[in-house]
């Protein structure tokens, strides 16, 4: 990580034409050019951080940087904040795009800039505006060519660190087992405060799945791989964007918070589950599944048939069933967030139900 941690800009405000210029030197972006200006707007609130893109214009002394950048900056929302910090997800993000960025093949922004102060959980990203693009939107769904994709994307991803001891050795990395434990302690908590605030609105059938799940949560956190690779941990639409740059290239990922040493299906359960819609699944899930194992063998991945691949989706996807039902009751609650998690959680336990998830998942 960056070292320097005592000049992290925490706030827009604080990213002066000085300091980037500053920062763009050290780095080789610009030579004798300076930032003249730079004018911000947000771009949206996440969960747990905050996005703001900044347009910056340059004198004319050299060979200038880019035209605008994403600034990505902790959340203001207290509690949101407390989230980031006390699961890793500011320190995940940063060691992403510092660490392992550049060693996989799928498309996200280039960064600029990566710094976190561990101690108090203040980070700032730089990145690659790549706009124009269309994003996606959680509660519309997506095309089944969206959807083919994201599982090149998830490919690109996984394939290329796939099984790769090297990825043991990352310490943020391999933090995903202390988290689950985490999550596994307070998720009684959280599923009693889900059901409440959804009791009525989430259809019964689906809420069984939930209050199973919260039966299984024990088996579902203990689960081991025995094949692993970089996953993403939040592959769903309100995190990709498509055709970026104006249409130069089909999709982005973004918003690496919860990268971790995983099995690959958690991504693609977990996308399929929260990312499409159900009867666009159905269709189809066999088939980007297959998509899915093609690409991986693109990317020299050899010893990963049917079989094993549609049990780890089995299992995986109920990555999908935690996901909205923890974060619901970890961030600040919105009209937005409560849609949000709705559609996820409809789409992840119907699944669910589909494949008989359960029934696949070992005992701990």
């Known amino acids: 990580m960056e070292t320097s941690v005592d000049h992290i800009p925490i706030h827009p405000s604080q990213v002066t034409p000085a300091w980037l210029t500053d920062c763009f030197s050290k780095k080789g972006i610009v030579d004798a050019a300076s930032v003249a200006s730079l004018?911000?707007?947000?771009?949206?609130?996440?969960?747990?951080?905050?996005?703001i893109r900044f347009t910056l214009s340059y004198d004319d002394n050299g060979r200038a940087g880019p035209a605008t950048l994403v600034g990505k900056f902790p959340a203001e929302d207290q509690t949101s904040r407390e989230t980031g910090v006390a699961l890793g997800l500011y320190l995940n993000e940063v060691g992403y795009y510092r660490e392992l960025s550049h060693t996989v093949a799928v498309r996200t922004p280039h960064p600029y800039y990566a710094a976190i102060n561990e101690a108090t959980g203040d980070f700032l990203l730089l990145l690659e505006d790549l706009g124009p693009a269309r994003g996606g939107n959680q509660l519309k769904g997506c095309s089944l060519e969206d959807a083919e994709?994201?599982?090149?994307?998830?490919?690109?991803?996984?394939?290329?660190?796939?099984?790769?001891?090297?990825?043991?050795?990352?310490?943020?990395?391999?933090?995903?087992?202390?988290?689950?434990?985490?999550?596994q302690g307070i998720f009684p908590a959280a599923l009693r405060k889900f059901q409440e605030r959804y009791d009525g609105i989430l259809e019964p059938d689906l809420m069984a799945v939930c209050t199973r799940f919260g039966e299984k949560v024990g088996d579902f956190c203990a689960l081991e791989f025995e094949r692993f690779c970089v996953i993403h941990g939040d592959l769903r639409l309100d995190n990709l964007l498509f055709d970026i740059l104006g249409e130069q290239e089909p999709l982005a990922v973004l918003d690496w918070q919860t990268a971790?040493?995983?099995?690959?299906?958690?991504?693609?359960?977990?996308?399929?589950?929260?990312?499409?819609?159900s009867e666009l699944r159905r269709a189809h899930e066999r088939d980007l599944i297959r998509l899915y194992l093609d690409e991986l063998r693109r990317h020299g991945v050899t010893d990963y048939g049917w079989d094993n691949a549609w049990t780890d989706y089995r299992r995986g996807?109920?990555?999908?069933?935690i996901m909205p039902i923890f974060a619901s009751a970890n961030v600040e609650r919105t009209e937005r967030g409560d849609e949000?998690?709705?559609?996820?959680a409809r789409g992840a336990c119907q699944l669910a139900i589909d494949v008989e998830a359960f029934d696949a998942l070992p005992a701990a």
Do not use: C
């Open 149 to 183: 994709h994201v599982m090149r994307q998830a490919a690109a991803l996984h394939g290329p660190r796939w099984n790769d001891p090297a990825l043991r050795s990352i310490e943020w990395l391999n933090a995903r087992p202390r988290h689950l434990k985490t999550m």
């Open 340 to 344: 949000m998690f709705l559609s996820m």
């Open 39 to 51: 004018s911000y707007e947000s771009i949206g609130a996440g969960m747990v951080g905050d996005s």
């Open 260 to 277: 971790a040493r995983a099995m690959g299906m958690v991504d693609v359960g977990y996308f399929l589950g929260a990312g499409i819609q």
């Open 317 to 321: 996807m109920l990555q999908g069933v």
